[in-house]
């Protein structure tokens, strides 16, 4: 069955350093992918999309990659922030239907 | 800017009883959908909609009822709720199925 899946373990980094988070997916090829941000209580807000045909997009200090050869996007922060602790999902569709399926999140904490 | 809005927001249920989680949107928005969220499993899609009149079902749909009358309202029932369906229900809404979605705050639900 087609699968997306996040890191579950927590990731701790300082302040002012780069966080990065993985989003694998498995037996399927989606056409793009959806990084999100979920703060305690609240519902998930967009961030950034990456279609296939695209290796790389950045907005401020977020930047997402894709590759589809290792069937892989990352999520990175620069100059990390306390205020950017938070839950981050990856979606996608799910293979050739209208359904869009989450990952479980990675849970990311920036210390002072 | 209302954006997604649901309501309740928390509601504590006995087994078996019935009760109907409200989603509405403002923007105009074609496709929307009802996820579920619950720990170590991140969102799974219950029921969506791509138009008024048109609904299908997610990952998880059973003991869950759509309908979508309008474009702006889609709400969820749970005819005879069960211990299993304690969870928080996230109402989305976008442009169509491969545009970034929009989410409301969650209703958080307990059934005793």
């Known amino acids: 069955s087609q699968k997306i899946e996040q890191n579950s373990e927590a990731l701790n980094i300082q302040e002012g350093k780069t966080a990065t988070l993985t989003c694998n997916y498995t037996n399927y090829s989606p056409a793009y992918l959806q990084w999100y941000r979920q703060d305690p209580g609240r519902g998930p807000v967009f961030l950034l999309l990456?279609?296939?045909?695209?290796k790389e997009k950045r907005k401020e200090r977020l930047k997402v990659t894709f590759d589809t050869t290792l069937k892989q996007s990352l999520f990175h922060i620069t100059a990390s922030q306390p205020a950017d602790s938070a839950t981050y999902l990856c979606?996608?569709?799910?293979?050739?239907?209208?359904?869009?399926?989450f990952g479980t999140g990675t849970l990311l904490a920036v210390q002072p | 800017n209302a954006g997604v809005t649901q309501t309740p927001k928390f509601q504590v249920l006995k087994t078996g009883q019935s009760m109907t989680l409200q989603c509405a949107q403002d923007m105009n928005h074609e496709y929307m959908s009802w996820y579920r969220q619950d720990p170590g499993m991140g969102l799974r899609l219950i029921h969506y909609?791509?138009?008024?009149?048109?609904?299908d079902q997610g990952e998880v749909p059973n003991g869950y009822n759509v309908s979508r009358s309008t474009t702006e309202d889609f709400p969820l029932r749970l005819l005879s709720a069960a211990p299993s369906q304690t969870s928080v229900y996230f109402c989305?809404?976008?442009?169509?199925?491969?545009?970034?979605?929009?989410f409301g705050d969650g209703t958080r639900l307990s059934i005793l």
């Open positions: 909609s791509v138009g008024a009149g048109i609904t």
């Open positions: 979606a996608s569709l799910g293979g050739a239907t209208n359904k869009l399926i």
């Open positions: 990456i279609r296939e045909n695209e």
């Open positions: 989305a809404s976008s442009l169509s199925y491969n545009q970034p979605q929009h």
